[in-house]
């Protein structure tokens, strides 16, 4: 899709006309206007949509994750960001369960998306189509009150120097992965080159759900799951498939960059109502 590669930009008179067509099938939010979507505190009701793709999209109809469920603990409630399409409310809710199963928990669930999705003002270039959430690493919490599930402490378990995983990842860790990478649903989910090595390196029954599971920096201390466009969802655009395999042959750590992007601001425009109404 187009839209993914275009950015807000003023228009010379010159190319305003060849630029028509894309107006139409664009908005492009100015830099000074793109905090709304950090400022609308509701979803918008009604059938829900996903209109764009996960680094650049909106949300109709976003449900919020309930703080407390079976396995897992909403946190960092307060940046309220716990909204998602419902298959992924449901996916949580069915991963918590799993976890509990397993024997352990609650996992905390940090960040999903805005209530209307939308670029947020800090922390990441997606999450803006209500299908990503982050998970972290942390698992020896019990349950808490909600005034003590912010800011909480989220060790970093790869040695930077040595790049390999520290004492305090555990089999647990591994099991919490292929848990969450073991559904039909998920598209993706990014962790660290030194855990998807880990993971790699174990036994497992079943190993199609390694191919779901990508390296890719800044996931030392959680993983990041991302589904896959929901049925019928005909507005929403799916990232291309992983590669074929394991993708455990090479396992190539990507470089944390010095400076990390900002989020595309550029949205498909039937957005434009999404933020208004
Ligand atoms: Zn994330």
Same mark, same amino acid.
């Given at each position: ?34 905090d ?12 829900? =949509? ?5 680094? &650049?999209?909106? /949300? *109709? %109809?976003?449900?919020?994750? !309930?703080?407390? #469920? ?27 369960? =799993? ?5 352990? &928990?609650?996992? /905390? *669930? %940090?960040?999903?998306?805005? !209530?209307?999705? #939308? ?37 970093? /378990? *790869? ?7 520290d #004492?305090?990842w555990?089999?647990r ?23 998807k ?35 019928g ?45």
């Amino acid at each position: 899709m187009l839209y993914r590669y275009l950015t807000y930009r003023p228009f010379r008179a010159v190319t305003l006309f060849a630029s028509l067509s894309l107006v139409t099938a664009l908005w492009a939010t100015a830099a000074s206007a793109a905090d709304d979507w950090s400022e609308v505190t509701d979803p918008l009701p009604g059938e829900p =949509r996903i209109i764009g793709h996960h680094g &650049g999209a909106c /949300l *109709v %109809g976003a449900e919020q994750l !309930p703080a407390d #469920g079976v396995g897992y603990q909403a946190v960092d409630m307060k940046r309220n960001r716990h909204y998602g399409h419902p298959v992924l409310v449901d996916y949580i809710e069915d991963l918590g369960r =799993r976890v509990d199963a397993a024997g352990f &928990g609650p996992v /905390l *669930v %940090g960040d999903m998306a805005q !209530p209307r999705g #939308g670029p947020m003002p800090y922390g990441h270039v997606s999450h803006q189509s209500g299908l990503d959430v982050d998970i972290w690493f942390r698992l020896d919490l019990p349950l808490l009150d909600h005034s003590q599930r912010e800011g909480i402490d989220q060790p970093i /378990l *790869v040695d930077s120097r040595t790049q390999r995983l520290d #004492g305090r990842w555990s089999d647990r860790h591994a099991e919490l992965i292929r848990l969450a990478a073991d559904d039909s649903r998920v598209s993706r989910i990014f962790v660290d080159a030194a855990v998807k090595r880990d993971l790699c390196e174990r036994e497992w029954d079943d190993r199609s759900w390694l191919r779901r599971v990508r390296p890719w920096h800044s996931h030392d201390e959680h993983l990041h799951v991302r589904l896959r466009c929901p049925p019928g969802a005909d507005e929403c655009v799916d990232q291309a498939e992983p590669p074929p395999g394991e993708g455990c042959r090479a396992i190539v750590p990507t470089p944390r960059p010095e400076t990390y992007p900002s989020p595309s601001r550029t949205l498909p425009q039937a957005c434009r109502a999404v933020l208004r109404e």
